[in-house]
């Protein structure tokens, strides 16, 4: 089993910025792609970004392209989220995740492993 802790998140005016962070633990061997997704009170949980074992390859939701940046650390066994020019429809609860498989996937239900999620509110 593996066993996802996210950490980072807070309160955060317009403009400014987070960084979360996931550690890994238990069976890692097992993680390949590691992933974020969020979910807004009264909204369904959405994609937000992913990232291959090397980090070669990412991929981004539209909504955050360009002001989010996934990587991560193999040796800690962490991966991050570093968001910049937060929006007041960032607020969220993030979600870590991580599935076996080696692919990139946008898909929920392709992850195999979640964390309990870290809230962040940005405030207008």
């Known amino acids: 089993q593996v066993h996802l802790v996210e950490s980072g998140g807070g309160l955060v005016q317009a403009g400014g910025s987070l960084r979360l962070s996931c550690a890994a633990s238990?069976?890692?061997?097992?993680?390949?792609?590691m992933g974020w997704f969020r979910q807004a009170p009264g909204k369904e949980r959405e994609f937000v970004a992913t990232?291959?074992?090397?980090?070669?390859?990412?991929n981004y939701a539209a909504s955050v392209k360009g002001r989010f940046a996934i990587s991560r650390d193999n040796v800690e066994n962490t991966m991050y989220l570093q968001m910049n020019s937060l929006k007041s429809e960032d607020t969220a609860l993030y979600y870590c995740?991580?599935?076996?498989?080696?692919?990139?996937?946008?898909?929920?239900?392709?992850?195999?492993?979640w964390g309990q999620g870290t809230q962040v509110t940005v405030s207008s």
């Open positions: 238990g069976r890692t061997s097992n993680v390949n792609v």
């Open positions: 995740t991580a599935r076996r498989g080696p692919v990139i996937t946008i898909r929920a239900r392709d992850y195999d492993y």
């Open positions: 990232i291959d074992r090397d980090g070669t390859s990412t």
